[in-house]
Every structure is written in structure tokens, then in C-alpha cells.
């Protein structure tokens, strides 16, 4: 589909008639993809004259924003008590105040990551909204008698928040994923939301963020087409590193740290069924798919820490 280099526009159309193969070796346009710049079809990578966004307000520093939410504490990280619902009006809200912020949606996994790095979990405290991705932290946060509304992922706000950004025509951007995916990924959104303007997309080659070059070529991509909204797929805590690093250049900007949801969006990674997703089974699902990637993280140790967790909030839970 793409090449090693998804930051420049596709066409839809000719991916949807089979013209994808080209000799030039130019990416296709995905429509609206550079018209937030102005010049549509023109490659992103070259345009470095970002589009002006509302004047910026100071951001309220860390301990008001704290105050302003009850956050719930599950597995040493605070969660905050939202439904998907009151995540997208939050940052709508936020947007039209020329603000910007950082979603982040731990789950098993990175509760246990962060238990052992404190890199990780700074990454963590310091994001304006963190929600529950993953039923044994919602199920934790019953035990302890601090319950959440349920369980929000990366994969639902992609398409919530994306529905949003349409609507107020606010600008995406796509980051992460193999070659190809995250520019599929924007044509299904874009099916589904006709009034979505993409930015950009960019699938970074493995281990960019080792190669000064490479990671400066990504961030100043992303910083030059000037998205309201990122969504950056690139597995935790990396996706997290990368948009501490982009907030310093755009304020205005909201970030996702969404794993896999953009190869979920694309249709490369079949997403389990709702009923798995609800049972808390979905991990079951995506470990049945590619086991060979998942079985040593899943059975050997997210399972384990599950289970601990859960132990632990229990006997919190009647004895607190």
C-alpha cells in the first residue's frame, strides 16, 4: 500500500480502484487530507508553515487540574471517573479554549509497567485524563468500593473522537502502525465521517526514536501540519515519550496514546466481538489471534498481575 514513509497524502479513490501501485513512487491523497494547510494534494512533509489555531491559554498547572477532578486510584494510578461520552466533551471543551492535553488508557499491561518504572508512570500521572482500558482495573475499582463507569479504550475513542473533530472540523493526525495502515485507517474514518480532515498520517520505521534524524523528521511533521488531534499508536511507553516531547511545541494540541487502535481502525487487526469486549475476554480473543506476539505478555505476566490485583483490591475492598 504505502511505502516506509505514510507523513504524505493518498488517494482514495485510486486505493478503492486498485491504482495503487505508482512509479513515482508518491504517496496517493486521502481527500481533505493538506487542506487544512491550503494547498490540497500537496505533500505534508514539505509544508512546514503550520495553520493558525486559537490564541493559547495558560494551562492550569498540575495540582488545579487535579482538584477539578476526583481521580480513583487502582493499582497506584489515578483513573479518572468519566463515561467515553464525557471524554469527547472534555476535550471539545478544552479545544475550543484553545487548550490542549493528553489521553492515556492504561490497562493491565501498563499498570504492571508502571509498578516498576518510574519513567512510566510519570508518563502516566502527568496526562490530563487517564480511563480505565481493560476490565480488571474497572473490576478493581468495584472491589475498592471506588467504581468507574466502565471501561474506555483507545479503539472507541479513535471513532468517538474522531466523529467530534469532524464535526467541528478540527484537524487529525494519524501516527503509527506499519506502513499502510494508519492511511487505511484514515480512509475508514473519513467512509464514516465525510467532514473529517486529516492532517497527515506517518507509520515511523522500528526504532526511529534511536535515530536523531528519524525522530526529528517525525516530530517536525507532525508539528507542521498543525492537528487539533493525535492520535498516536505506537504502544505504550513510547507513544507516551513522543507526545511529552510534541506537547512542547504544540499546546493547543490533544494527544492519544492508543496502541493498536489505529490498525483496529484500519481493519488489519480484527477487533474482538462486543460480547468479549464486555465479559472482559477480549485479551483471550487477541491472544487466540496472535499468539505468537501475545502468549509470553499475556499468560505470563499480565495474567499473573491480574489475578494479584484483583486479590488485593478484594481484601482492600471488605477490610477498608
Not at 474522531?162 to 467541528?168: C, H, K, N, T
Request: overall charge positive; glycine content about 10%; hydrophobic content about 45%.
Amino acid at each position: 500500500m504505502l511505502s516506509g514513509r505514510d507523513s504524505e497524502p493518498f488517494d482514495q479513490d485510486a486505493m478503492l480502484s486498485g491504482r495503487g501501485a505508482r512509479a513515482t513512487g508518491q504517496h496517493p491523497q486521502i481527500p481533505g487530507l493538506s487542506t487544512v494547510a491550503g494547498q490540497t494534494g500537496a505533500p505534508i512533509a514539505r509544508q512546514r508553515t503550520a495553520p493558525a489555531v486559537p490564541r493559547q491559554r495558560p494551562r492550569p498547572d498540575k495540582a488545579t487540574r487535579r482538584r477539578l477532578r476526583k481521580r480513583v486510584h487502582v493499582a497506584g494510578i489515578g483513573l479518572d471517573p468519566m463515561t467515553e461520552s464525557d471524554v469527547v466533551d472534555h476535550v471539545i471543551a478544552a479545544l475550543k479554549r484553545g487548550e490542549g492535553g493528553h489521553i492515556v488508557t492504561p490497562n493491565v499491561d501498563i499498570s504492571r509497567i508502571v509498578a516498576r518504572d518510574p519513567e512510566a508512570r510519570r508518563l502516566v500521572e502527568d496526562a490530563d485524563l487517564a480511563v480505565a482500558d481493560g476490565m480488571p482495573l474497572v473490576w478493581a475499582a468495584k472491589l475498592l468500593g471506588t467504581p468507574v463507569p466502565g471501561r474506555i479504550t483507545g479503539a472507541d475513542l479513535i471513532w468517538s473522537l474522531s466523529e467530534a473533530a469532524a464535526f467541528y472540523r478540527y484537524p487529525v493526525y494519524l501516527l503509527g502502525g506499519p506502513p499502510g495502515v494508519a492511511a487505511q485507517a484514515a480512509c475508514n474514518l473519513i467512509g464514516r465521517y465525510p467532514g473529517l480532515v486529516v492532517a497527515g498520517v506517518d507509520a515511523p520505521t522500528l526504532g526511529f526514536e534511536d535515530v536523531p534524524e528519524s525522530y526529528a523528521r517525525v516530530r517536525d511533521d507532525v508539528i507542521a501540519t498543525g492537528p487539533r488531534l493525535v492520535f498516536v499508536g505506537l504502544g505504550f511507553p513510547k507513544q507516551d515519550r513522543l507526545i511529552a516531547a510534541l506537547r512542547e511545541d504544540l499546546p493547543g494540541t490533544w494527544f492519544v496514546g492508543c496502541g493498536s487502535a489505529i490498525a483496529f481502525a484500519a481493519g488489519t487487526v480484527q477487533r474482538a466481538p462486543v460480547w468479549a469486549q464486555r465479559s472482559g475476554l477480549e485479551w483471550l480473543f487477541r491472544l487466540l489471534s496472535e499468539p505468537g506476539r501475545l502468549a509470553r505478555r499475556y499468560l505470563m505476566d499480565d495474567l499473573p498481575y491480574a489475578l494479584r490485583l484483583l486479590t488485593v483490591s478484594l481484601v482492600r475492598g471488605l477490610f477498608s
